[in-house]
């Protein structure tokens, strides 16, 4: 701990030759240790030694357990705050043990001065200061300004204790809130991680995600939050549920990060006066279809994304940054590229690139090449993106960092079968036709029947309340999906219809039968689509 360092370091030359600062075991992970002492057994650690280096017997490490004090007058004075004064020879039987004695302390003292620390009802540990050689014992008034500057030292500690609690509180909160470190999908795999900030800095609220939606695509997110701190953090996991939920409803990604900021503005006018400019955030949101092998993406002030084609080639993908969230505007606008099989995405936040002495650029250019040279097929991405943060962790960085590779796959094309939907009542038949043969073709003769059905009702509703051109598309993976796309914006309404109505069960039909249905909308219209579970697939 490096504020007992800084206490043991004042004390020695200051008060004696040498000087350590003993803690309770829970202070070094930041929690209360007891709010006194009773009985014999302190259960310190040795938390900091000065001088560091030298004249110490070897094998003395921080961390290494302190003997406790035999039940004796002296603990008891030292139970009560008193600092003590204690030649050699009481030393010895304090401690009960002259070869323990000689194992775990300076050659040659003569004179010791122990000061409890204490702070805020809490009695964290002690300090000790020895005198060896030809130098003086101590006195009375030496032992009295010890105890200020031991109160004043036991203050800081204990901030620096509360810190900890704080900080690693933050970490574990914000680990909770970050989803798996790796996830495999039919659109690909994906590996991510997050680096605190080095130095002391407090926890950020840098984070990453990977949807899987449907239709086997999947969504790449990466954001920053504006702010350290448990505040930081909570604000970062409410835009991650957020933005998973704005997922599930398969919003395009301009359209997604409009109303993600809408609630970052929301969350800066419920924040307190002196709060409400630092609420804000940065976004990168990326939708991958494995069957088009398209990236549909959007930036809300984010980082771009470096893509590592399978060649081996790294280029910087161009995307037209909008304003951060809850900056407002202008609107954000969507970037669309096409992908390789195999190809890497790396999304992150602006402390991977960020280097002490080094511009932004810089940190751009080695990523860029770390990427060139790890990024292979044969090589797993979470060793990758491991290796990736630990490098940075070498050098204390100043802000949180957060990580996501995610290599693309794509679904072959005898996967997928498309049919162009005629304007006509009678291609409801057709339709059903063509899947009872596709799917023969694909050996689902057991989903045949739901599928049938399920066709039957979304061509039904595309032929009579949408608008042409329209076209059935039949994806095989371990889910059947169906889905039938029209030109039309209107979505129809699941609804329960009443025993006298003819008609409007076929939504609540589909419902029944499929695992999940739900819409998408496009520039271009809307599709219907609905999943089945393959029990044995491929």
Known sequence: MRTAQDLADVM??????????DLAEAVFDGDEPAKRLDGGDLCLRNAAMAPAAEGWPAGIERGDPVPPFLDHPVLRSFQHGETVILSREEYISVIGDPQ?????????????????????????????????????????????LMAQIASRGALAIDNARRYTREHRAAVALQRRLLPPATTDAPAGETAGGYLPAGGGAEIGG???????????????????????GMPASATMGRLRAAIQTLADLELEPDELLTRIADLVQ???????????????ATCLYAVYDPVTQCC??????????????????????????????????????????DLEPGSVRALYTDGLIER????????????MDTLAATCRPEHPLDETGAALLANLADQAPRDDAALLLARTRAVPAKDTAQWQIPADPAAVSEARAWTTRQLARWGLDDLLFTTELIVSELVTNAIRYGRPPAELRLIRHDVLVCEVTDSSPTQPRLRRAATTD??????????????????RYSPDGKTIWAEQLIEYPH
């Not at 020695?12 to 600062?21: E, H, I, R, T």
């Not at 809300?300 to 161009?318: K, N, S, Y």
């Not at 511009?359 to 080695?366: E, F, N, V």
């Open 12 to 21: 020695a030359p200051a008060f004696g030759d040498f000087a350590a600062v």
């Open 100 to 144: 323990l004695v000689e194992f775990l302390l300076p050659k040659g003292f003569h004179s010791v001065m122990v000061a409890p620390l204490h702070a805020r009802g809490l009695t964290l540990g002690d300090v000790s200061v020895w005198r060896v050689g030809s130098s003086v014992p101590f006195t009375e008034d030496e032992a009295d």
């Open 206 to 228: 840098d984070w990453f995600d990977a949807i899987a939606l449907p239709s086997l695509r999947l969504a790449l997110v990466a954001g920053d939050v504006v702010g350290h």
């Open 266 to 280: 929301r969350l800066a006018t419920e924040a307190p006066p002196a709060d409400q400019d630092t609420v804000g």
């Open 296 to 337: 549909t993406l959007a930036s809300a002030g984010h980082p771009p994304p470096v893509l590592v084609r399978p060649d081996g080639t790294v280029e910087v993908v161009e995307v037209s940054p909008g304003p951060p969230l809850a900056i407002g505007g202008m609107p954000y606008e969507t970037t669309t590229i």
């Open 356 to 367: 002490e002495g080094d511009d932004i650029g810089q940190g751009l250019r080695h990523l």
């Open 502 to 519: 003819e008609g409007g069960r076929g939504l609540f039909l589909v419902a029944q039968l499929a695992m999940r249905w739900g819409c």
